[in-house]
């Protein structure tokens, strides 16, 4: 499977982006989809999942309450609204697989890059201060 990802840029402090990461089998709408994010020198760092079902979702605290994920099963389709961006949040992005397929329609997605099985090239965001 491909994952593409793509809406990266530069963008001001306080400013917005939108990332959408497409997959290329079909079947990915029966895994978890999730966006981890790596910093020059930094270890990469989970942003945000949803479960198969797109019921269920899970932030880091770092970016509750600013940033959205959401998916389009018909589409492959994974996507993470950025509002008030802040400096600390450039990083290279990359969308991912989960590991396991479907179970609960409620069942939470997982946080671990370990849980997470194939990867996309990731894209870049860059913020200004």
């Known amino acids: 499977v491909q994952l593409q990802a793509s809406g990266g840029g530069l963008v001001q402090a306080g400013g917005s982006l939108r990332l959408s990461c497409v997959a290329s089998e079909r079947w990915s709408a029966n895994y978890a989809m999730g966006w981890f994010r790596q910093a020059p020198g930094k270890e990469r760092e989970f942003v945000a999942a949803i479960n198969w079902s797109g019921i269920t979702t899970n932030y880091a605290d770092s970016v509750k309450g600013r940033f959205t994920i959401s998916r389009d099963n018909a589409k492959n389709s994974v996507s993470l609204q950025m509002n008030s961006l802040k400096p600390e949040d450039a990083a290279v992005y990359y969308c991912?697989?989960?590991?396991?397929?479907?179970?609960?329609?409620?069942?939470?997605?997982?946080?671990?890059?370990?849980?997470?099985?194939?990867w996309g090239q990731g894209t870049l965001v860059t913020v200004s201060s």
């Open positions: 991912a697989i989960g590991r396991n397929s479907r179970g609960s329609r409620y069942l939470p997605p997982p946080s671990g890059a370990n849980e997470y099985e194939y």
